[in-house]
Nanobody, 119 residues
Framework: QVQLVESGGGLVQAGGSLRLSCAASGSIFTINLMGWYRQAPGKQRELVAGITSGGDRNYAESGKGRFTISRDNAKKTVDLQMNSLKPGDTAVYSC?????????????WGQGTQVTVSS
């Protein structure tokens, strides 16, 4: 079993910043992918940003130039720095990891943290 604990969501005005953090713990041998997804009301969940164990990053077009993803492999954490936030960024943000438990590759999701950007 793997637990993902997220923090850092909240309410911010447009143009403001938030930093989301996610810490993984449990039966983890190694983590390949770590990422953040979001789901707004009435919309499908979408990838916000992802990062490999080697540090390769990818971003959704909506966040390029505004969001930065980073990870600490030793601490098994992944952060998402979000700047210049817009009302359209309002959503529940969830952490995701793709990891190896010593027997097989699995993925796990956090419970989600609400980000609300007011205009």
């Amino acid at each position: 079993q793997v637990q993902l604990v997220e923090s850092g969501g909240g309410l911010v005005q447009a143009g403001g910043s938030l930093r989301l953090s996610c810490a993984a713990s449990g039966s983890i041998f190694t983590i390949n992918l770590m990422g953040w997804y979001r789901q707004a009301p009435g919309k499908q969940r979408e990838l916000v940003a992802g990062i490999t164990s080697g540090g390769d990053r990818n971003y959704a077009e909506s966040g390029k130039g505004r969001f930065t993803i980073s990870r600490d492999n030793a601490k098994k954490t992944v952060d998402l720095q979000m700047n210049s936030l817009k009302p359209g960024d309002t959503a529940v943000y969830s952490c995701h990891v793709f990891y190896y438990n010593g027997f097989t590759w699995l993925d796990s999701w956090g419970q989600g943290t609400q980000v609300t950007v007011s205009s």
